[in-house]
């Protein structure tokens, strides 16, 4: 507020004198000099030349209040002294212009200036509490370098594992032929004369070359850009073509490029895309910082994968989510389980129901942690690494943990990596300006983005309203691109294990295993890690146990590229029971399967019991 005061020897710019015996003042004061830069002077009242130079203003006004003592002798108090600091930053001046002309806002600030004033012990320990010893407006060089190098070793990892099964899965003598799909597309298409809308319907590189040969191109490709960006080269650019790569192929993957961690990649890959620095050899020493916006959407893109794990699963009025006892069954039901599941599984039921709980707790309460101040945001950014280290250590989800793990590097800021990082790493990042990327570019993005987001979370709830059509329409075009998804794993829990045992024959009569690299089939087969590698047949073979093979065509196409003897499909699995020529007849027998317990395993050293329940698949054979 305005003080009636006027000094006879005023600074020759604004002037801020505070408590300095105030912990909360000394704290609060970095931050809006931070904000003000050299605009502003600040002085503690203590200091012996504050009573030389202003005698004209009490001493109990400096304990109560700060002061702004302005070129003209004008002094200000309160929170108008605050609005009228800031406000010589240009960029908030918008502060000021509140206080003076939106209604109530004076008497609103004032009267919480007051009580924050009069209750400085409780606040300095909120401030401690919520902020730490750092309220400056923080940085983001490390966390951005740290950030995108993890990002790239996730793609080298994605197109790695992908390059060793690619003519297996898609390929032209594979389970869901490439070519084949594409020219039924073309066919399509040429039907129905769309023409340039092919691209957008279809966004593929495979409308230039669907040989193997390209496939094979396409995944070097994506190794080459990830170790690019892992080395921080051509940053946006490598992010750019690592997106348009990845998406080229999950649009022709079918079922076997249609995971969660796929369209989770692609999305974070293409925000990042907007949140690398521009040069084409980026140092620490000369970048320019992030862009803020595309940093609150990579967080909204984690809070939305988090809130929606949660939701779905209590959505599902699944009872074996409601009443804690998912987990009981978790561990040996989801698809790829290592051998520290199995220790888990073997936990009584009061932890199961209590780790069950702390997961709730996690997915849908940390979240929310994510837009507090930044010690609370590092907790809860702790607590979702927390479960999602609990998660990669009992499963094979790929890189799916790992990616999720690297967004929560992003609720860290250089002030929390300093102390963790080697110091030669930190000092190097310096503050350059502003972020190079225009806000005309980053405003629609960020406002298409939230607005799709939100859909996708309220999509959970129910139906969306009509209001919502045109987001919905926006959604839908959107849609093909994968890079704004919904998303959340086991909504409902799978409480029986089956398994698909494929077999060959030659005469109809005996019959052997063909066995698969990862998946469950010898019971005496310890589960094994190999995330963040994923092994796609296996994984596939999962979900077509929980129907028939009829709802899965792949499964088919895969047992006929067995009769064929398919080099490229053998390759996926472990052991081929018929080196020679293939067999004659393919069939798969479908078994339940539990996890031992400890007298048993020590007994006869199985991993597994198993129960025969039937014929999944009949006999196929050439010859019928």
Known sequence: MH????VANPPPKPLMVFDGDCNFCGVWIRRWRQLTCDAVDYLPSQDPEISDRFPE??????????????????VYSGAEAVFRALAKNSKMDWVLDSYKSAPGVATVTERAYSFIASHRTTFSFLTRLGWGQHVERPEFYVTRWIFLRALGLIYLVAFVSLWTQITGLIGHNGILPEDQYMAAVKQHVDLLGIGLGRYHSWPTLCWLNSSDAFLKFQCGAGVLFACLLIIGVCPIPSLALLWLLYLSLTSVGGDFLSFQWDILLLE???????????????????????????????????????????????????????NLTALTFHYQTQPLPTWIAWYANQLPLWFQ????AAMFAIELGAPF??????????????????????ILLTGNYTFFNWLTLALCLLLLDDFALKKLLPGRLTQQATRNGRSPWLLAITIPLAVIYVSVSFLDIIIIFGPPSPKLNPILSLAGWLEPFRS????????EMTTERHEIIVQGSDDAVHWSDYEFKYKPGDVTQRPVFVAPFQPRLD??????????????????????????????????????????????????????????????????????????????????????
């Open 268 to 322: 974070a890959g293409f925000l990042a895309i907007f949140f690398a620095p521009w040069q084409l050899w980026p140092k620490l020493s000369r970048e320019r910082p992030p862009s803020r916006i595309v940093l609150w959407l990579l967080r909204l893109l984690l809070f939305k994968l988090m809130f929606s794990s949660g939701c779905v699963k209590l959505m599902s009025h699944d009872p074996n989510w409601r």
């Open 3 to 6: 003080s009636d005061i006027r």
């Open 57 to 74: 203003i009490p001493h109990k006004h400096f304990q109560t209040s700060v002061q702004l003592i302005e070129p003209d002798g004008e």
């Open 539 to 624: 994984w596939q073979m999962w979900f077509a146990a929980l129907g028939n093979y009829q709802e899965r065509p792949w499964f088919e196409n895969f047992c006929i590229r067995l009769l064929q003897g398919s080099p490229q499909v053998l390759a996926l699995l472990k052991h081929n029971p018929f080196p020679t020529k293939p067999p004659r007849y393919i069939r798969a027998e479908l078994y339940d399967y539990e996890f031992t317990r400890f007298g048993e395993r020590q007994a006869d050293h199985a991993w597994w019991n198993r129960q025969f329940i039937g014929e999944y698949m009949p006999p196929i054979s050439f010859s019928q």
């Open 484 to 491: 704004i998804n919904n998303y959340g794993l086991f909504a």
């Open 369 to 390: 942690l994510i837009f507090l101040p930044r010690r609370i945001r590092f907790f809860g950014a702790s607590a979702i690494a927390f479960l999602q280290i609990l």
């Open 353 to 356: 129901k209590f780790s069950c």
